[in-house]
């Protein structure tokens, strides 16, 4: 397993198992995952369809427990927390992007920033201020009152890391981010989650394409419900240059 010494781990599972029942069959999604996540890092995690990262995902996301084994978040253990003391902890540290962005279509840009904030008691004024930043930091300030509907698919993912980021979570986790958009822009959306990596936030990719998760600076592989690989990238991929060199052929036409 790669290592930043220097950081402080803010999200571990240590051999971490998942047991579902389908009828009659029980199916091990999660074999003994044990995964370090350190401050300020930019992880992905790659595996195909039916591997168990999905499962890994909603584990680190504590949108689920574990059968065995712990999850540590910020040093505390949550792994048999109540469905109530997760929800709270999530909407305090976990950022999430979702492949479908689960946008209100027929409510504006601001409101949809917002939503997040409302579960968590701010005032009125205060969730304006704090959703117009969020949105302003993703290069939306002037879509504030813009409806779902109203705006390109690239916008939406935008708006929808608007309201990832608006709690101020130490996490952002990001599942399959540009699957729902045109190759461009995917490419803007992870030039938006670099950015986001460079000024300091933790973020997790979780995604079946290579090039995707070639974007992180780490790829946990995962296949058959295990950790095949933990490997540091050594040809990263640069959203804001694939965008110059996008924007060169452009020109060239």
Known sequence: MS??????????TSDVTKKYRLEDVEVNALRGVS????EGEMVSIMGPSGSGKSTLMH????????????????????????????????????GFVFQAFNLLPRTSALANVELPLIYGGAGGAERTRRAREALERVGLGDRLGHFSSQLSGGQQQRVAIARALVNDPSIVLA????????????????????????????????THDDRIARHAERIIHVLDGRVKADVQVTKR?????????????????
């Open 3 to 12: 290592d930043h010494p220097m950081r402080r781990a803010v999200l571990e």
């Open 35 to 38: 995964v370090r996540i350190r």
């Open 59 to 94: 584990i680190v996301g504590l949108l689920d427990r574990p059968t065995t084994g712990e999850v540590v978040l910020e040093r505390e253990d949550v792994s048999r927390l109540s469905p109530n003391a997760l929800a709270e902890l999530r909407n305090r540290h976990i």
């Open 175 to 206: 599942d399959e981010p540009t699957g729902n958009l045109d190759s461009r822009s995917g490419v803007e959306i992870m030039a938006t989650l670099q950015e986001l990596h460079k000024q300091g936030i933790t973020v997790i990719l979780v």
């Open 237 to 253: 991929v640069c959203a804001e240059d694939e965008l110059a060199q996008a924007a060169d052929v452009d020109a060239g036409e």
